[in-house]
């Protein structure tokens, strides 16, 4: 025989919503650990400077591609939280601005501005590193 709830009022439905909001919050602001934040912003920097090989560009780009996604998952998977987004604007903002820095050192890269090239790669791997301690400081209060 099923057993039949009653239908929760409305003070009971906003407290379990507001306990659904907290737990995600909690997910997505658990530390991670110290060793990531170096290891991407270095993986990212070489990511930015592949334009700079003569050859199997590509496929350096996509082997540390691979690599900081295979790197960020276990990390992720190790602390129980694989595919958390953070919460701190700060650390979003400061990656969207890394990743427009690895796209213009892609770009720099096919019009053969060396100096361009590196200086994105200085610059996406800065900024993830100031992302990082933007990062770091909310999950550890």
């Given at each position: 025989m099923e057993s039949i709830e009653p239908t929760p009022n409305r003070h009971q439905a906003a407290a379990d919503l507001d306990a659904v909001a907290a737990a995600q919050h909690a997910v997505r602001n658990r530390p991670w650990?110290?060793?990531?934040?170096p290891a991407?912003?270095?993986l990212l920097g070489a990511m930015a400077l592949?334009?700079?090989?003569e050859s199997a560009r590509l496929g350096?780009?996509?082997?540390?591609g691979i690599a900081v996604f295979a790197l960020n998952y276990w990390a992720g998977h190790q602390?129980?939280?694989p595919f958390a987004i953070p919460t701190s604007r700060g650390f979003?903002?400061?990656?969207a601005l890394s990743a427009v820095f690895l796209a213009t050192?892609?770009?720099?890269?096919?019009?053969?501005?060396?100096?361009?090239v590196v200086a994105c790669a200085a610059g996406t791997s800065i900024s993830y590193t100031i992302g990082s301690v933007?990062?770091?400081?909310?999950?550890?209060g």
């Open positions: 650990p110290r060793w990531i934040y991407n912003a270095l592949t334009p700079l090989l350096a780009w996509i082997t540390l602390i129980g939280t979003l903002a400061a990656v050192a892609m770009i720099a890269g096919d019009a053969d501005a060396t100096w361009l933007l990062h770091h400081r909310s999950t550890r």
